[in-house]
């Protein structure tokens, strides 16, 4: 910011409203309608459409409402000459007050106050983390699934550690993941192969789709394999076991390990 300039408080707060997302008035695309800018009063290399603080920013906000010159946003009609010479002026006869930076016009509140206004009622101004964590399913056909069945469930469906989840505000929505389906009797059952969420940087990552946990033994290792894997939980193999790259435990069928309750 400008060191001479910056302790005036319109100054700081024009500064303050960009970071809240405001631009500058006579940035709008429709801003040709309300005001002329003096470009050759201006230095050489601004210009509407790549540079400088005069260049049209096709996305502004409010544009097609009224034009606001009480803006703070708005520069006043000799900023930045290199001449003296006025550089932007109501295309209208005389905007009072143009350039102001005593404070916020009614216009940038009512801005402010559109951009961030309430989008839902259950929400409220202030809104901060629930610390709870809630999951939405990425396909319609996950509700009330029977097993999980297939890379689909896993990545779509919340009750198969898949589908999208995210962080709950308090106050607002929060469904939490669903308990795992029931799946076929024994504990080899509750194996899930979920190796396809890692991006293939290991060879088995597999879920346990039971509410107990399980213990894995996989005798023709050598040496001797075992491991467990927790209630509703996870876990992977290393890359490799002695040097070879396996993936028994994501097929529990053709493993030929023990998959045992605990
Ligand atoms: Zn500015």
């Given at each position: 910011m400008h060191p001479t300039k910056c302790p005036v408080l319109g100054v700081v707060t024009h500064e303050i409203a960009h970071a809240m997302g405001l631009g500058h008035e006579q940035a709008r695309s429709d801003r040709d309608q309300y005001v002329v800018t003096y470009w050759q009063n201006l230095p050489s290399s601004w210009n509407a459409e790549n540079s400088g603080p005069y260049k049209i920013m096709s996305k502004a906000y409010g544009v097609g409402g009224p034009y606001d010159y009480d803006s703070i946003m708005q520069y006043g009609k000799n900023f930045f000459s290199i001449n003296g010479q006025d550089t932007i002026a109501a295309i209208n006869g005389a905007a009072i007050g143009q350039g102001q930076r005593i404070g916020l016009s009614k216009g940038d509140v009512e801005q402010v106050v559109a951009m961030y206004m309430q989008m839902k009622s259950s929400c409220s101004a202030g809104s901060r983390f629930s610390g709870e964590r809630g999951c939405k399913d990425i396909d319609a056909s996950c509700a009330g699934l029977a097993a999980c069945d297939g890379t689909a469930h896993y990545t779509n469906c919340c009750a198969c550690n898949g589908g999208i989840e995210y962080q709950c505000f308090i106050g607002g929505e929060c469904t939490p993941r669903p308990p795992m389906p029931a799946v076929a009797?024994?504990?080899?059952?509750c194996i899930m192969d979920i190796t396809h969420k890692f991006g293939g940087h290991y060879p088995c990552v597999f879920g346990n789709g039971c509410d107990y946990g399980i213990k894995i033994m996989c005798p023709h290792l050598v040496p001797r394999m075992y491991t467990s894997v927790p209630a509703n939980g996870m876990n992977r193999l290393p890359p490799t076991i002695n040097g070879v790259t396996w993936n028994g435990i994501c097929k529990p069928a053709s493993s030929g390990c023990q998959f045992e309750k605990v």
């Open positions: 009797a024994g504990a080899a059952g």
